[in-house]
């Protein structure tokens, strides 16, 4: 379990969470959901608290929790009409098409969910969360399930929407280079028990880089090994992350772009 976890999120931003299993990322995501409830301390969307699920969040899983008596656009057009309730028929349909066109899914809408592909049921997933226009987008490893061609076309239809839609997202990941290629920021977090997001780094690759360029990036690889060292070896570690802790709880804040790790900082 975690304790004296702090961050925040600004809009527009993506950030990815990194850690060992059973640390409890999913149960931060959980929380940020309105799924779990804090044991102490609140989250707050644009100065609101979060008690409950609601449709300003959009929740997409590993597994793709999609409806299989309805199509894939019924799906979506379900939720829609659950945000939108002045909505017609026509109006949530049109809406949803959009949605389904912008993650490649134009010519599939009227498959049912036993006709589509693990990779295109998540795509469902994902235009059904966007589709909501929700304040934040949550994902707990979407891509975990499926193949690495298929994870890194998804991925770049995600970052591609994203950059479109300056869309606010929280995301769960085990793999460094997919919080390298998405995240502007990333968490990482420290092993239970008393698990607590030790650092956040910036990423300092630029915001146009692309999955097959990402190795040519001048800083990649100071990234890729700083966040892999911190899973290998500082993850384990919990009183050796930040011998300059006060007690606060505060992560430090990393800016690889500079060359050296920051002062203790909010995220």
Known sequence: MFERVSFAIEKGEFVCIIGHSGCGKSTILNVLAGLEETT??????EGEPVTRPGLDRGVVFQGHALMPWMSALDNVV??????????????AVAHSLRFLAMVGLSGSEHKKPAELSGGMKQRVGIARAFAIEPKMLLLDEPFGALDALTRGLIQDELLRICRATHQTVFMITHDVDEAILLADKVLLMSN????????????????????????HESQYYAVRNHLVDFLVSRSRRPRDLAPEDDGSGEPRLIDLAGGAAGENASA
């Open 78 to 91: 379900f939720a829609v009409r659950s945000r939108h309730k002045d909505f017609s028929r026509a109006q």
């Open 192 to 215: 239970g028990p008393r698990a607590r997001i030790a650092e956040v780094v910036k990423n300092p690759l630029p915001p146009t880089r692309t999955r097959e360029g990402l190795h």
């Open 40 to 45: 102490t301390g609140s989250v707050r969307i």
